[in-house]
């Protein structure tokens, strides 16, 4: 059985920076699969924050955080990192870590295959 594993949320001022972490296990990570990051918050759906492509590192950023997010995978632990910085209020939400299959799972979250449990990032104006 898959299992994620998310760590690094916290509070933090506008402008300040979080990364956080995320580990699969009980999982064969196939090079057609593809890591990511989707966050929600309080009264609004979830969305799609970024997603990495296993073998050939492709990334996908939603608009809102291009240029301040980087999203980062190591396919030997199964892990990805999502390094965010110059945070801003309105990403102040619960990020879960998601795994699945294909090159765009950012514009496809029906193929994730795993979620996390999700860690909360909460910015302060």
């Known amino acids: 059985q898959v299992h994620l594993v998310e760590s690094g949320g916290g509070s933090v001022q506008a402008g300040g920076s979080l990364r956080l972490s995320c580990s699969a296990s009980?999982?064969?990570?196939?090079?057609?699969?593809?890591m990511g990051w989707f966050r929600q918050a309080p009264g609004k759906e979830r969305e799609a924050v970024a997603c990495?492509?296993?073998?050939?590192?492709?990334?996908t950023y939603f608009d809102s955080v291009r240029g301040r997010f980087t999203v980062s995978q190591d396919n030997a632990k199964i892990s990805s990192y999502l390094q965010m910085n110059d945070l801003k209020p309105e990403d102040t939400a619960t990020y879960y870590c998601?795994?699945?299959?294909?090159?765009?799972?950012?514009?496809?979250?029906?193929?994730?295959?795993?979620w996390g449990q999700g860690t909360q990032v909460t910015v302060s104006s």
């Open positions: 998601a795994l699945g299959y294909g090159v765009y799972l950012c514009q496809n979250p029906a193929r994730v295959e795993a």
């Open positions: 990495i492509h296993k073998s050939d590192g492709r990334t």
């Open positions: 009980g999982y064969t990570y196939r090079n057609t699969d593809s």
